[in-house]
């Protein structure tokens, strides 16, 4: 058998991964894990969480999948699932004095926890969006 006969490997268009993304992409893993496993514990007797505490988990979890799956492979959908991961998680820090009947002073540092995650979901999304403007 010759070498020509042999399938050339398919050439990709995707620029190669970079070390950011590829950081992104482990980030966001770690947090799809953590909101995975705040999910299920209830699920197996671990946790008294309120039903309302799980949903938000769950779509935080998803999210931040979507995000992760989404800079590891460099799509340009990625953005938009990194906003959206700020904003949920967001929504959900703000409504866990409610959901956990905290005191009021916690209330303070929640808020100050939800403007950060909205800077760094927003940071993200400018930097992936930034990457996928390089790329084409």
């Not at 799956?69 to 699932?81: E, L, N, Q, V």
């Given at each position: ?32 894990c953590n909101a995975w496993g ?99």
């Amino acid at each position: 058998m010759s070498d020509s006969s042999l399938p050339l490997p398919h050439a990709s268009s995707a620029a190669p991964r970079t070390r950011g993304r590829t950081a992104l992409a482990v980030v966001y893993a770690l947090l799809a894990c953590n909101a995975w496993g705040q999910a299920l514990l209830p699920l197996i007797g671990r946790s008294t969480a309120p039903l309302a505490l799980v949903a938000w988990q769950v779509a935080v979890g998803a999210l931040a999948t979507a995000t992760a799956w989404g800079a590891w492979r460099g799509t340009r959908w990625a953005p938009a699932t990194a906003l959206a991961h700020a904003l949920v998680t967001t929504g959900m820090l703000l409504s866990l004095a409610r959901l956990l009947d905290l005191p009021a002073d916690a209330v303070r540092g929640l808020r100050t926890g939800a403007a950060l995650v909205l800077l760094f979901g927003a940071s993200v999304a400018w930097a992936l969006r930034r990457a996928a403007r390089v790329r084409s």
